[in-house]
């Protein structure tokens, strides 16, 4: 079933001149529940900005996002982003920086901790709940970003360049490890949404790829790809 849809979404921003900057033209797209979506461009070609309307943290010039059929801002959305830079608290410990979004949504405190235990698990920080940000690797550190969107089991996962502030081993092993979590069903989420300029990390991870373009905010539907395992 469908999950989030965008209709005619676009984004501009205003210029001092009378010009307008069309950082994304009318776009449509679906996210399905059960699928890995990428959204594959270069830099500067509008992904962060299509996926901020998408969660709502953005609002579009024009057009209509809608979770399950609801317009977004009436909608009731659970949703988790994980950002390149980790956003984590630095002044909280690995487990604090989990239960926060918990205890913003009001849980008791042992369900909580319950709860990003048991997360803490799945993601491979077993042990590690006492450490605060700063005595972690960049790795460890997006692991807890992984937690943290996850531990409230969201709908949808999405994830801003996951893997571009980490060095090419360490992203590529935390890559296949949320491959294989996702495929044995151990991730708590129906769909997950990625943004990269990555076209292999793109190819691995996704069952479905869309494209921005070359001339920004343009979704590519032009490609002729050819299959070498059909
Ligand atoms: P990407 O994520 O693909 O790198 P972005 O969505 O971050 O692309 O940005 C797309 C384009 O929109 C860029 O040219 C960027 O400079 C521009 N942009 C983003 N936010 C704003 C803003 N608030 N005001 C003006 N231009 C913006
Ligand atoms: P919106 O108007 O979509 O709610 P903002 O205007 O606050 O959001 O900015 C959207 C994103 O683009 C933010 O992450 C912001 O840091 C970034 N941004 C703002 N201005 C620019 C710009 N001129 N070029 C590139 N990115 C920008």
């Given at each position: 079933?469908?999950?989030?849809?965008?209709?005619?979404?676009?984004?501009?921003?205003?210029?001092?001149?009378?010009?307008?900057?069309?950082?994304?033209?009318?776009?449509?797209?679906?996210?399905?529940?059960?699928?890995?979506?990428?959204?594959?461009?270069?830099?500067?070609?509008?992904?962060?900005?299509?996926?901020?309307?998408?969660?709502?943290?953005?609002?579009?010039?024009?057009?209509?996002?809608?979770?399950?059929?609801?317009?977004?801002?009436?909608?009731?959305?659970?949703?988790?982003?994980?950002?390149?830079?980790?956003?984590?608290?630095?002044?909280?410990?690995v487990?604090?920086?989990?239960?926060?979004?918990?205890?913003?949504?009001?849980?008791?405190?042992?369900?909580?901790?319950?709860?990003?235990?048991?997360?803490?698990?799945?993601?491979?920080?077993?042990?590690f709940?006492?450490a605060y940000p700063k005595e972690l690797s960049g790795g460890m550190r997006?692991r807890v970003?992984?937690?943290?969107?996850?531990?409230?089991?969201?709908?949808?996962?999405?994830?801003?360049?996951?893997?571009?502030?980490?060095?090419?081993?360490?992203?590529?092993?935390?890559?296949?490890?949320?491959?294989?979590?996702?495929?044995?069903?151990?991730?708590?989420?129906?769909?997950?949404?990625?943004?990269?300029?990555?076209?292999?990390?793109?190819?691995?991870?996704?069952?479905?790829?869309?494209?921005?373009?070359?001339?920004?905010?343009?979704?590519?539907?032009?490609?002729?790809?050819?299959?070498?395992?059909?």
């Amino acid at each position: 079933s469908q999950i989030i849809r965008a209709e005619r979404v676009e984004k501009y921003y205003a210029q001092p001149s009378e010009n307008r900057i069309q950082v994304i033209s009318p776009t449509d797209l679906a996210i399905e529940a059960g699928e890995i979506v990428a959204l594959l461009g270069p830099s500067g070609s509008g992904k962060s900005t299509l996926m901020r309307m998408l969660t709502g943290l953005s609002v579009p010039s024009a057009g209509e996002v809608y979770w399950h059929e609801k317009p977004i801002a009436t909608a009731e959305v659970n949703v988790s982003i994980v950002f390149q830079s980790f956003a984590l608290f630095p002044w909280l410990t690995v487990l604090e920086n989990v239960e926060a979004p918990l205890k913003a949504r009001g849980m008791e405190a042992g369900e909580r901790r319950k709860r990003s235990m048991k997360i803490l698990d799945t993601v491979g920080l077993d042990g590690f709940q006492a450490a605060y940000p700063k005595e972690l690797s960049g790795g460890m550190r997006q692991r807890v970003g992984f937690a943290r969107a996850l531990v409230v089991e969201p709908e949808v996962l999405f994830m801003d360049e996951p893997f571009s502030a980490l060095d090419v081993l360490t992203a590529e092993n935390l890559r296949s490890e949320l491959l294989e979590l996702w495929q044995k069903k151990t991730i708590p989420t129906q769909s997950i949404f990625i943004v990269t300029h990555n076209i292999e990390e793109a190819v691995l991870l996704a069952d479905r790829i869309i494209v921005l373009g070359r001339n920004p905010g343009h979704i590519r539907t032009d490609f002729k790809v050819t299959l070498s395992h059909p």
